[in-house]
């Protein structure tokens, strides 16, 4: 499972990272990817399929970038990956993206978080969850979120949510967790960071 919670300062998307196998390097396996420095992408679904959304959403926004002297606003690094996915939907010989990915960032218009779906739907969310046991992951958000949470809290209210439906201990080597602030950086926090907010939710 996967989620985000926009704040008033900024976005948090958190995830689970769970591994197959103990033998698996989890070093290697990494379910937040960057996409433009402000712009941030995580799945929920099968890994391969989202790594090519992810390659051809940094070939878009580099386009921009090129183009513009810019960085691409979040809607529409959303925008050209949804177009993607869509079009998968209705091609002959293709099978639609067996992926939902959430997309967070921080522009001209503040923080951002979509979801996009493999229909090609896209839409802003204030809190929202995608993956294994999304509903109840949405009813707790529900009851947790208000429109005046700061991104501190927005991270604890995450951690939670995820620990709400996790099977096992949740620690900082099978969670991910990322956040994009005013300063329109988008970063995955440490393991550290990660442990030490795990210690404050509890």
């Not at 809190?127 to 958000?141: C, E, P, V, W």
Request: hydrophobic share 40%.
């Amino acid at each position: 499972m996967s989620l985000g919670i926009r704040a008033t300062n900024g976005v948090v998307i958190a995830t689970e990272k769970k591994v197959s196998s103990v033998l698996v390097d989890d070093s290697e396996y990494e379910k937040i990817q960057l996409i433009t420095p402000s712009t941030g992408f995580v799945y929920a679904g099968m890994g391969p399929d989202f790594r090519v959304l992810v390659r051809n959403a940094r070939k878009s926004a580099q386009k921009y970038f090129l183009r513009y002297r810019e960085v691409q606003p979040v809607s529409q690094v959303v925008r050209e990956s949804a177009l993607v996915m869509q079009e998968y939907t209705q091609s002959g010989g293709v099978r639609p993206f067996g992926v939902s990915c959430l997309a967070a960032g921080y522009d001209d218009d503040g923080p951002q978080l979509y979801q996009i779906d493999p229909s090609g739907a896209a839409f802003g969310w204030k809190a929202t969850a995608i993956g294994k046991n999304y509903i109840n992951a949405k009813n707790f958000l529900e009851r947790r979120y208000n429109d005046e949470v700061e991104l501190d809290d927005a991270i604890h209210i995450a951690l939670l949510t995820l620990r709400e439906s996790f099977e096992g201990e949740m620690t900082e080597k099978n969670i991910e967790v990322a956040v994009v602030t005013s300063d329109r950086v988008f970063r995955v926090l440490s393991p550290g960071e990660v442990r030490d907010y795990l210690d404050e939710a509890t």
